[in-house]
């Protein structure tokens, strides 16, 4: 697992990045509020009582033709993907190295129910998809039947692809992408 993270480091790098990356194996902490490191942007910003007001307000914008049962696990798969991005420091880390803050990343997604083609091809391989550097990202059925832990790994997964990782980059799978996610995000 330690050279899936690896592998999802080298291919941040890549895009641009200069920090590092904070142990693999963190778990997530009881607090709110993470440590702050001053060579930080994220952990100076999320840390601010102001911001922690800002973040408690935040909810997902839902397409209206969402199916009520995948609506309710986006918004409990949403709160549990905020907490983890002000929680673990690697899980921001993921987002700051493509140039991006996860939490502005999810706040600004555009949620849809996948179409009837999506549901029948697409659907049987994912729960979720989205495209590099879009804004949406389409949400199968069987979204609603994942834990809420499990629906906050997709939704940082798919913002992270809008955020600019490539789902099939040289050096990073889908499966990749998931095993950075669960390691970085303490899942």
Same mark, same amino acid.
């Given at each position: 697992?330690?050279?899936?993270?690896?592998?999802?480091?080298?291919?941040?790098?890549?895009?641009?990045?200069?920090?590092?990356?904070?142990?693999?194996?963190?778990?997530?902490?009881?607090?709110?509020?993470?440590?702050?490191?001053?060579?930080?942007?994220?952990?100076?910003?999320?840390?601010?009582?102001?911001?922690?007001?800002?973040?408690?307000?935040?909810?997902?914008?839902?397409?209206?033709?969402?199916?009520?049962?995948?609506?309710?696990?986006? %918004? &409990?798969?949403?709160? $549990?993907?905020?907490?983890? +991005? !002000?929680?673990?420091?690697?899980?921001?880390?993921?987002?700051?190295?493509?140039?991006?803050?996860?939490?502005?990343?999810?706040?600004?997604?555009?949620?849809?129910?996948?179409?009837?083609?999506?549901?029948?091809?697409?659907?049987?391989?994912?729960?979720? %998809? &989205?495209?590099?550097? $879009?804004?949406?990202?389409? +949400? !199968?059925?069987?979204?609603?039947?994942?834990?809420?832990?499990?629906?906050?790994?997709?939704?940082?997964?798919?913002?992270?692809?809008?955020?600019?990782?490539?789902?099939?980059?040289?050096?990073?799978?889908?499966?990749?992408?998931?095993?950075?996610?669960?390691?970085?995000?303490?899942?």
């Amino acid at each position: 697992m330690r050279v899936k993270f690896l592998a999802l480091s080298i291919a941040l790098v890549a895009v641009g990045a200069a920090q590092s990356v904070g142990h693999p194996d963190a778990r997530p902490t009881t607090t709110w509020i993470p440590p702050i490191d001053d060579r930080c942007p994220c952990c100076v910003r999320y840390s601010s009582p102001d911001f922690q007001r800002r973040v408690e307000s935040l909810a997902p914008w839902c397409s209206n033709r969402m199916p009520r049962r995948v609506k309710e696990k986006l %918004f &409990s798969g949403f709160r $549990v993907a905020v907490e983890r +991005l !002000c929680t673990q420091h690697d899980c921001h880390i993921l987002f700051s190295r493509l140039g991006a803050d996860g939490i502005d990343v999810l706040n600004g997604t555009l949620y849809y129910p996948a179409n009837l083609y999506r549901e029948q091809h697409l659907c049987k391989r994912a729960t979720a %998809f &989205s495209k590099k550097g $879009v804004s949406q990202t389409w +949400l !199968c059925r069987g979204f609603a039947s994942v834990p809420d832990e499990a629906a906050a790994r997709i939704l940082i997964h798919e913002a992270l692809h809008r955020a600019g990782l490539g789902e099939h980059s040289p050096k990073m799978s889908p499966s990749d992408t998931d095993i950075a996610v669960i390691q970085a995000c303490g899942f």
